[in-house]
């Protein structure tokens, strides 16, 4: 769809053109970026109740890009497009409660708005809900539950679960020690991309815990988690050269 499709159709009132338009001025793709433009297509769509659109635009104001920043709106931005049933409205909504300063911390809030993400399919949501469940935040501590909130995120691609798994098994927090199953845990995160888990895999071939012993193969994970911006992995690789 070319470009004066999509404006005409905002021109003309159509909230899913106007969150389009909004986009390609945020970004700037195939346009000047301008965000304050971005917030005002953003703002018409919202005007129309279009959930999306809210949440783009308490973004906006929560950051201030483009626009003055304003947390107060964008939490009020962020509750509509919540209610509607939008997950990154629910989630932004948690990570304001439990993470931005200016707003009053607010575990048990937070929880809940994680929790409604969650429910709603977002991955990070449920991330959120197992570190919450694991540190005993807002929620009574479980962490069978944290565990299992893991589990789902690492059977969706989502690394850092994978690696926080590894990580409770290797270390036996508040779960049963298991160096085999941290290491299965690791493997797989690495393999998504985990730094982190190629870190861990690496130290675990040094000290021949939950995997064979080998220099050879600490040196191919300390690498390969260097080479995606691991500091400790490359400051071990120096070492290890001495």
């Given at each position: 769809m070319s470009f004066e499709t999509v404006l005409k159709a905002a021109q003309n009132g159509d909230a899913d053109a106007q969150v389009a338009m909004g986009y390609l001025f945020f970004k700037g793709e195939g346009v000047l970026q301008d965000r304050r433009e971005a917030a005002r297509w953003?703002?018409?769509?919202?005007?129309?109740?279009?959930?999306?659109?809210?949440?783009?635009?308490?973004?906006?104001?929560?950051?201030?890009?483009g626009v003055r920043a304003d947390l107060e709106k964008a939490m009020d931005l962020y509750r509509k497009s919540a209610e509607l049933?939008?997950?990154?409205?629910?989630?932004n909504l948690g990570f304001m409660y439990t993470d931005v300063e200016g707003i009053e911390q607010d575990w048990q809030k937070g929880f809940y708005w994680y929790s409604k993400a969650a429910e709603a399919g977002s991955v990070m949501g449920m991330?959120?809900?197992?570190?919450?469940?694991?540190?005993?935040?807002?929620?009574?501590?479980?962490?069978?539950?944290?565990?299992?909130?893991?589990?789902?995120?690492l059977d969706n691609g989502y690394a850092k679960a994978g690696y926080r798994l590894g990580?409770?098994?290797?270390?036996?927090?508040?779960?049963?020690k298991d160096v085999s199953k941290a290491s299965k845990y690791m493997i797989k995160a690495a393999d998504?991309?985990?730094e982190d888990a190629m870190c861990e895999l690496g130290k675990m071939s040094l000290s021949g815990e939950g995997m064979v012993r080998s220099e050879n193969n600490a040196?191919?994970?300390f690498s390969k988690a260097a080479a995606r911006g691991s500091e400790e992995a490359k400051q071990i690789l120096e070492g290890m050269k001495i």
């Open positions: 953003f703002g018409l769509a919202a005007d129309q109740g279009n959930a999306e659109a809210l949440c783009n635009l308490g973004y906006i104001k929560a950051h201030g890009t049933g939008y997950a990154r409205a629910m989630f991330y959120r809900v197992g570190v919450m469940l694991l540190e005993g935040r807002g929620v009574d501590r479980d962490p069978s539950k944290a565990a299992e909130a893991f589990q789902k995120c990580t409770m098994y290797l270390n036996g927090d508040w779960v049963p998504m991309g985990s040196r191919k994970w």
